[in-house]
């Protein structure tokens, strides 16, 4: 383009788009909606990825050692012969207490890990009984001081606190449903049996609340050393839960650990692994959905700018005899189609903005539980510039094949008369 050629071009392409001032403006409103809506379910979806990753993150140990293996031993014949050609059947293996075999060196190993915090637990599923009234919980048995820095159940107490059962060996801690169901109060006594015929009578001493039900009305919280007698365990734990510095090296702390001490050792991510597939295909559906929007706002633009070249036929012939080159007339309606696009891409980020505050403000009542909470949304910078940079792309792809066509115009043709 000629000295001077580049702001013609675009003093031009504003002239044609002011011609057609309706049609431009309702381009502009489909890009403006297309991307208000890009970003507002964009917002919102990544938003409750982000707050169901952190509750998932933050619900769950980040690394968890259990009392079993990943591959199964091997019995001792087919250590000392392992191309035997006589294979043992119904050998019976001796029997022994269920749970982590020194655990407390393990755990040793573990807290020297930079970054890493751990705490022994030791589950199993007994009865509660209250006035003729039995409910089978799971009763995890802790160590409080431990337990406080690897779980947020300390958060959720709302009677009593995690210290208590230090104060009271035989004390409990329930979940608030529970101790509607039971008809029990709070310091009253409930009677513990287990699988293997234990009966203790413990107090309540403190009383949580999730909000998710099933955990309020089927977890326990009692002493370690009182779990292990109470389900005849001795020095036994069967779980060892770790919260991370950081939550996303969690697979990699796992490995590590698992090598070191042969448990079978998960991480978060290895636990959730079918949700966060389930995640990721979510997402790539969103932005099908959202971009298709705003393709589909695109054919507006196609629209002026097929109908301004079919009207300016006569001006592209005298502009091409003047001077200007094929490039130059493609560039003029390139600019007109990327005009409408970047207008719209700022209006509709506003736009976007003001409906992503409504929904800030919508409460909901998440599945499992009973609590209100706002519809949690994502903020980024970055979702505001892929809305516009999209809509921007899907602009000037709309109008390439009309100012191609144009460029493609005869002069001498047009000039002359013909079509």
């Not at 002239?15 to 991307?35: D, F, K, N, P």
């Not at 379910?41 to 952190?54: K, N, P, Q, T, Y």
């Not at 749970?99 to 407390?104: N, W």
């Not at 608030?176 to 287990?194: P, Q």
Request: charged letters at 20%; zero cysteines.
């Amino acid at each position: 383009m000629r000295p001077g050629g580049f702001r013609l071009g675009l003093a031009i392409a504003a002239t044609h788009l002011a011609s057609r001032r309706r049609q431009t403006v309702m381009s502009l409103l489909g890009v403006m909606l297309g991307v208000a809506f890009f970003l507002a379910v964009s917002a919102l979806m990544r938003g409750s990825e982000r707050d169901f990753i952190e509750r998932l993150i933050n619900s769950q140990p980040h690394v968890m050692v259990s009392d079993e293996f990943r591959l199964p031993p091997l019995q001792p014949a087919r250590q000392l012969h392992p191309r035997a050609a006589v294979a043992l059947s119904n050998v019976k293996p001796s029997s022994e207490v269920r749970g982590i075999r020194g655990y407390k060196q393990k755990m040793e190993l573990i807290a020297a890990m930079p970054g890493v915090r751990v705490a022994p637990v030791l589950s199993g599923q007994v009865i509660l009984t209250f006035a003729g009234k039995d409910h089978g919980v799971l009763m995890n048995g802790v160590v409080p001081k431990l337990m406080s820095g690897v779980s947020d159940i300390e958060d959720k107490i709302v009677a009593g606190s995690l210290e208590a059962l230090d104060a009271n060996p035989n004390g409990i801690i329930i979940g608030e449903a529970l101790i509607g169901k039971l008809g029990v109060k709070m310091g009253g006594n409930v009677t513990i049996s287990s699988p293997g015929g234990q009966i203790r009578t413990m107090k309540i001493v403190g009383l949580f609340s999730t909000g998710a039900t099933a955990i309020d009305e089927g977890q326990a919280y009692v002493l370690l050393k009182r779990a292990q007698a109470i389900l005849n365990r001795p020095d036994r734990a069967n779980r060892l839960i770790m919260q991370l510095d950081d939550p996303y090296r969690a697979r990699e702390i796992a490995a590590e650990i698992e090598q070191r001490i042969a448990y079978r050792t998960q991480s978060w991510q290895e636990t959730s692994e079918n949700i966060t597939a389930v995640l990721v295909i979510r997402n790539i559906i969103m932005y099908s959905v959202v971009s298709a929007i705003l393709v589909v706002a695109s054919f507006g633009i196609y629209n002026v700018i097929s109908t301004v070249v079919m009207e300016k036929r006569r001006d592209i012939a005298i502009l091409k005899a003047i001077g200007f080159h094929t490039d130059d007339v493609r560039r003029i309606f390139l600019f007109e189609g990327m005009a409408i696009g970047a207008m719209g891409s700022v209006v509709g980020v506003g736009f976007g903005l003001v409906l992503m505050l409504i929904l800030g403000r919508v409460e909901i009542t998440l599945p499992g539980t009973t609590t209100l909470v706002n519809l949690p949304l994502y903020w980024g910078f970055d979702q505001m510039v892929l809305a516009a940079a999209f809509a921007i792309l899907s602009a000037a792809g709309a109008a390439y094949f009309p100012a191609r066509r144009a460029a493609m115009l005869q002069p001498v043709d047009i000039l002359r008369g013909q079509t």
